[in-house]
Structures are given as structure tokens and as C-alpha cells.
């Protein structure tokens, strides 16, 4: 298994000093992100979808083996409510083509209020064509169920593992050859960092469930005071000595003791 460690976005102000060096403008972020991670997930496009040409820029400013995962558009997810899906679905992969061999998985954030509906999901799911790796992240209860679960493999989707608070949010259901994990917010303090047991019991239950040759993506989300980027070099260094294969993350910073 290769857990693809990542953050969830790379623009964040308060991250100079931890990330970025003083004396880094802000236009070369992505760049100095992308010499220490080897992916990231874009969260710009859930609020205005970029341009092609911007996705392009994207592609030509990181290197080869840098993968950007695409959060969908909430007037997808969150105004249309995954109804007629066909058009928006095609624009999002149209704008995103421009990234090329940097794409990685789309992530679908459903809203809170949004009950289950197994057809809504599955007609969307069949938008996207069969190299398109979709993840699909419900944030209500109503989605739990057999139907949902059954939905999902059929299409070939992962269901996204979330944690909120220090403790999954979601099922555990392994859906297709690849997984999925955003981690939200952590109990431990400075907050919202996540403590090592946290990190540790993440780390074990990836590395159970998925085989050798699996691809994991896993985004830090609590991104105040570089949170994400402290909690992604521990949690790397959790997943190495268990046996876990990761992928790069910054090197000289010390992740510090989260309690």
C-alpha cells in the first residue's frame, strides 16, 4: 500500500514559517508545496471552478509524479443536489483535463441535510467516465446502508473515510481497489492537531485494510496554525514504522508534541 499524504489546499497565510520560508512569495507556494508533498487536494474548485488554462498553470508548475485531487463544484454537490448531474459533471472534467496525468481523484462533499438517495448517487457516479477515480464523502446517517454501499462498488467509487474530533464519522467500507481518508479536525491541543494515538490507530487501520499494491490518498484538513502540516510529517512517520509506504512530506520540520 502507498498512502499518498497530502494536505487539503496549500494557500494558508499562517503556514509561512512552517511551510513556507519568509522569504517566499506567495505566487511560488504551489511550487514549494509540491517539492514536499506529492499531492494535494484543490478545495478552490468547490467554491469557483478554475479555468482550464488555470488547471494547465497547475500541471506545468509541479512535477511529474505530483497528483491533485479536485473537490466538485457545491453547485454539484450542494445547490443541485446531485440532480441532473450530466452538465456540471462535464464542465468539472473539462476545466480539469488541463491538469493531465496530475489528476487525481474527484471528491464529492454531499451537504449535511442531504438524506440518501441511491439513484441521485448512481446517475451521478455514471457521469464520470471508467478512469475517473471518484470519492464520495455523505455527512448524514441516512447513508449507511447496504443500498448506498452497493451503489458505490458498483460504480467503483470509494467511500471517503472522515474523521471529525478524533474519531471516524463514517463506516469503514472498503468499495473499490483504492481508498480515501480526509481527517477534519483533531481533539489533541494546540487544536486542531491530532495526537499520536489518533495518528497511530489511522495508520493501523489503513495499513489492515488495504493490500500491497493499493493507492491511499490521505488529506489533513485542519489547516490553522500549519496543523495539517505537522500532523501529515507525524503521521508519515507513524505509517513508515509500521510498514506503510509514503509518499514524501517536508523534511526539517518537527512535527512537535500534540496533546
Known sequence: MTLRIGTSGWQYRDWRGVLYP???PQRLWLEHYATNFATV???NAFYRLPARE???AWRERTPDDFVLAVKASRFLTHMLR???PAEPVARLLRHAEGLGGRLGPILLQLPGTLRADPGLLDTCLRCFPAGIRVAVEPRHESWWSPRIHA???QNRAALCWADAGSRPVTPRWR???WGYLRLHRGRARPAPRYGTRALRGWAERLTR???DDADVFVYFNNDPGGAAIRDAVAFAGI???IGATVTRTPGGIHPGTAR
Open 22 to 24: 519568509d522569504g517566499c
Open 41 to 43: 487536494e484543490n478545495n
Open 54 to 56: 488555470t488547471f494547465a
Open 82 to 84: 446531485l440532480r441532473d
Open 151 to 153: 451503489v458505490l462498488e
Open 175 to 177: 468499495t473499490t481497489d
Open 209 to 211: 485494510t488495504w493490500p
Open 239 to 241: 505509517a513508515t514504522a
